[in-house]
């Protein structure tokens, strides 16, 4: 079945770095575009960053760019979420996300997160 | 970009009631492109409708998503005290959420 665990959450003061890790297990992972969400406490979701299956295009949500990096190991079925610079308001649950598409005469025409893992808590505070 | 607003903030229904819960989007927005979430405390968020009105694998048909344009709608026809949770849509050609509609029980 399909497995998402995330680790890599903890304690850090602003201005600090951090890494998140996405195991992914139970599907074939080279070929599914991967995200990460966050729920900060009390608050909605916002949607953090994406990464293409091959690695080869990523984007970000504006409140991140510039600060934070995805990347992906594929031969460890794998996806990262490097943080750095973080400040207070980054403080959330961090989920990590696969996207499936559906598609009609071969054009990708949807879009979704159909699994996603239980998060991992990030605290940003001095 | 496209922005999503959620309506009503809260909503107070019964087990067995219908709960209609609305997502209007800033701009037009493809069908294929709103998807709706349930989210309660301590899980992840579940997927429930995508393309506006396709069901994912294994959510009940009492969840049903409708609209086009801007104005999309999540009903849920008969109320289970498990439905109760916040609702979330998303517009994922630039993947960007509602504020969320809280489910409650009356």
């Known amino acids: 079945q399909v497995q998402l665990v995330e680790s890599g959450g903890g304690v850090v003061q602003p201005g600090g770095s951090l890494r998140l890790s996405c195991k992914a297990s139970g599907f074939t992972f080279t070929t599914y575009g991967m995200h990460w969400v966050r729920q900060a406490p009390g608050k909605g979701l916002e949607w953090v960053a994406f990464i293409r299956s091959d690695g080869s295009d990523t984007h970000y949500a504006d409140s991140v760019k510039g600060r934070f990096t995805i990347s992906r190991d594929n031969s460890k079925n794998t996806v990262l979420l490097q943080m750095n610079s973080l400040k207070v308001e980054d403080t959330a649950v961090y989920f990590c996300?696969?996207?499936?598409?559906?598609?009609?005469?071969?054009?990708?025409?949807?879009?979704?997160?159909?699994?996603w893992g239980q998060g991992s808590l990030v605290t940003v505070s001095s | 970009e496209i922005v999503l607003t959620q309506s009503p903030g809260t909503l107070s229904l019964s087990p067995g009631e219908r709960a209609t819960l609305s997502c209007r989007a800033s701009?037009?927005?493809?069908?294929?492109?709103l998807v709706w979430y349930q989210k309660k405390p301590g899980q992840p968020p579940r997927l429930l409708i995508y393309?506006?009105?396709s069901r994912a694998t294994g959510i009940p048909d009492r969840f049903s998503g409708s609209g086009s344009g801007t104005d999309f709608t999540l009903t849920i026809s008969a109320l289970e005290p498990e439905d109760f949770a916040v609702y979330y849509c998303?517009?994922?050609?630039?993947?960007?959420f509602g504020q969320g509609t809280r489910l409650e029980i009356k």
């Open positions: 393309g506006a009105s």
């Open positions: 701009h037009t927005l493809s069908s294929t492109y």
């Open positions: 996300a696969r996207e499936e598409t559906s598609s009609m005469f071969g054009v990708v025409i949807s879009h979704y997160f159909d699994y």
């Open positions: 998303q517009q994922s050609s630039s993947y960007t």
